[in-house]
């Protein structure tokens, strides 16, 4: 079985600030990983997955997340927020021989203030 | 390109009646479909997915339940909804090996 952690339930933080969003998870099997997006009263928009290669990956929106397998977190980062990412964010696996079955975290509320 | 339909966007049914939410995807086929609750205050819950017409897996014992009628079309509903029933519902559909797209979701109030 999997499961997700976010160790942060709310993230204030001034615009143009850096932003770290942290995602711990456990698999007894190799995954999937994910970060989605949800604004106000709307569904979930993907920012960035990593599927394999490389364990930086760039997503929309300047975000970007680091796979370390060692510490199985996922960190998610931005060197510089704006108010329009206040959001709340969703760290998610998937095991890898069910791709579309995933497995979310509580998720992060990002609030970002002027 | 694909897209997803999800309606209605808000929904207030009183406790005891039925419930119908649909959900269809164009631009692509034999899609796996999901459905996913979003309660308050907590991360999403997968209720139910289908890899096919009429296959039907659930994750978690409650009072809904989910059709697939047609290769793109995915319906949850309840004979008789429960207070505990209220949350935002999301469809999603996905290819194998692929990521989530997600509806805009359905707002279900009980009273």
């Known amino acids: 079985a999997q499961s997700v952690t976010q160790l942060d339930s709310q993230v204030p933080v001034f615009e143009e600030a850096p932003v770290e969003l942290r995602c711990n998870y456990s698999?007894?099997?190799?995954?999937?990983l994910f970060w989605y997006v949800q604004y106000p009263n709307q569904g979930l928009q993907l920012l960035l997955k990593?599927?394999?290669?490389?364990?930086l990956v760039k997503g929309i929106n300047g975000f970007e997340a680091e796979f370390n397998k060692s510490q199985t977190s996922f960190h998610l980062r931005k060197p510089s927020v704006h108010i329009s990412d206040t959001a709340e964010y969703f760290c998610?696996?998937?095991?890898?021989?069910?791709?579309?079955?995933?497995?979310f975290g509580q998720g992060t509320e990002l609030s970002v203030k002027p | 390109s694909q897209t997803i339909h999800q309606w209605p966007a808000t929904l207030v049914q009183p406790v005891g009646s039925p419930l119908s939410l649909e959900c269809t995807v164009e631009?692509?086929?034999?899609?796996?479909l999901y459905w996913y609750r979003q309660a308050a205050g907590r991360g999403l819950q997968l209720l139910f997915y289908?890899?096919?017409?009429?296959?039907i897996s659930s994750e978690v014992p409650q009072n809904l339940s989910a059709s697939r009628p047609q290769d793109r079309q995915f319906i949850l509903s309840s004979k008789k909804l429960l207070l505990s029933d209220s949350g935002f519902y999301l469809c999603?559909?996905?290819?194998?090996?692929?990521?989530?797209?997600f509806g805009n979701g359905t707002r279900l109030t009980v009273t």
């Open positions: 631009g692509t086929s034999n899609p796996n």
């Open positions: 990593y599927l394999s290669g490389s364990t």
């Open positions: 999603a559909w996905s290819l194998t090996n692929s990521p989530l797209h």
């Open positions: 998610a696996v998937a095991p890898r021989n069910q791709g579309g079955k995933l497995i």
């Open positions: 289908s890899v096919g017409i009429g296959q």
């Open positions: 698999s007894s099997v190799s995954v999937y």
